[in-house]
């Protein structure tokens, strides 16, 4: 079939054939479609949308596109779980959430991506940790889930090449948005892992893909319906993306956050609370536990007996990672030259902050890509980052910058500063655990 026909077809609003969607992705896979003719469908895609069936056969198609990994005969004693996020500022679950569940008795062979659009990337995180293989391939997988219970990868070659491909082409081409697009992105790297149970974090507010909760419930509902339908028990959660998850944004700042948080150091309240819902969703959902109560009060003694950061540790050393990284991760983690205070101008409370712009302003800073292939500073970012409702004094830090260089750290806080809107009352405080959805 000629990729122009196909995309034509789409671009006046028709609906694909299941020969046209495996044409497509096929051509993603043998490169016969090009990086033009990929961003083309895409963008009808999203404009025009695709009808259930679609969205059905374009998972299928792109988790076929490779292997689909099998784990009879692993002989691992526990059921086989995942989490995934559709992606925010700050959101470093998926680093507190994988050995959290290890050390309840789960296993996490967790796909995980790279930055998209304004967000961070759980891989972008981990490649601060030095020597940390994100590209491990299967058999270094394997080995990481006997050691650690968990390990938190990259797609290999293997692994629905298809969406590896399409996915770099989203993340440059405004077209990160497309609810069948994402649906089919993230549940085929998960059907190809072979798993038993799966949470979804789906965001919604100003920093969030679906800025909308509509848009998010739709999310949402699609991902849990085409997900149940291929034969993989999934649940979803709409969480707030309002403001920075956690204090931090970037990705070595993110990585001793949540190695902080693991040691009990130091736990923002509304990551604990999204952490451990989402947690112990998998663990009902894999049978761990017997009802919500049992899951949470596991999860709580993962953390408390310090089990979860045991196995954090031990599955940064099986994928390369230094072996005493969570006794010492400020010396691991590369620090960004120029640290400095951004400064409140005025006393007050703090209402809102532009969520998405924060994100950007991380990638201005150099902690994420304007195109595909662009390196990435992992030691800048913002730290220390004031939440909502928070009371800060005039000439104290709303946030501290990490900056490659010192005009970059003066732009960046003068950026932060008219993104965070302060106010002489305190506000009502934000929930962010919104909807159920599934189960």
Not at 256 to 276: K, P, W
Request: charged share 20%.
């Amino acid at each position: 079939m000629l990729a122009q026909e196909i995309i034509r077809h789409k671009r006046d609003r028709g609906t694909l054939s299941a020969a046209q969607i495996d044409a497509f992705v096929g051509g993603l896979v043998d490169g016969s479609w090009s990086e033009g003719q990929a961003a083309a469908l895409a963008m009808a895609v999203c404009l025009n949308g695709m009808t259930k069936a679609e969205t059905v056969a374009l998972t299928r198609a792109m988790t076929h596109s490779g292997e689909v990994l099998d784990w009879a005969g692993a002989n691992l004693p526990g059921p086989l779980l995942d989490k995934h996020s559709t992606g925010g500022v700050g959101d470093k679950v998926s680093l507190l959430l994988a050995p959290i569940v290890a050390a309840c008795g789960g296993f996490v062979p967790m796909i995980s991506g790279r930055g998209l659009g304004h967000t961070g990337g759980t891989l972008d995180k981990l490649d601060s940790i030095p020597g940390y293989q994100t590209a491990a391939d299967v058999s270094r997988l394997r080995g990481a889930l006997r050691t650690a219970g968990c390990a938190i990868v990259g797609q290999t070659a293997a692994l629905a090449p298809a969406d590896r491909r399409l996915y770099a082409v989203r993340d440059v081409t405004a077209t990160v948005e497309s609810v069948p697009l994402i649906v089919a992105s993230i549940l085929s790297k998960k059907l190809a892992a072979g798993l038993h149970g799966l949470v979804m974090d789906v965001k919604t507010g100003n920093g969030a893909f679906a800025a909308e909760i509509g848009m998010a419930q739709q999310l949402a509902s699609s991902i849990v319906q085409v997900a149940q339908g291929a034969g993989l028990p999934t649940r979803a959660w709409i969480t707030d993306m309002n403001q920075v998850l956690g204090h931090a944004c970037g990705n070595a700042v993110e990585v001793l956050e949540a190695v902080e948080f693991l040691q009990g150091t130091r736990r923002d309240r509304r990551l604990l609370d999204v952490t451990r819902t989402l947690s112990a969703e998998l663990m009902t959902l894999g049978k761990l536990a017997h009802d919500s109560d049992a899951a949470l009060a596991r999860v709580d003694e993962a953390l408390a007996s310090g089990a979860a950061l045991e196995h954090f540790a031990r599955m940064v050393a099986a994928l390369g990672g230094p072996a005493d990284f969570c006794d010492h991760p400020a010396r691991h983690l590369a620090g960004a030259p120029v640290q400095r205070p951004v400064l409140a101008p005025r006393g007050g409370w703090v209402l809102c902050m532009a969520t998405r712009d924060i994100g950007l302003a991380v990638i201005e800073l150099g902690g994420g890509r304007r195109r595909t292939g662009d390196a990435v500073d992992a030691r800048v970012g913002f730290s220390a980052v004031a939440g909502i409702g928070q009371r800060v004094e005039r000439g104290e830090p709303l946030a501290w910058v990490h900056a490659a260089g010192a005009v970059a750290a003066e732009q960046a806080g003068t950026t932060l500063l008219g993104l965070i809107e302060l106010g002489d009352e305190p506000p009502p405080a934000p929930p962010v655990l919104l909807e159920r959805i599934g189960g």
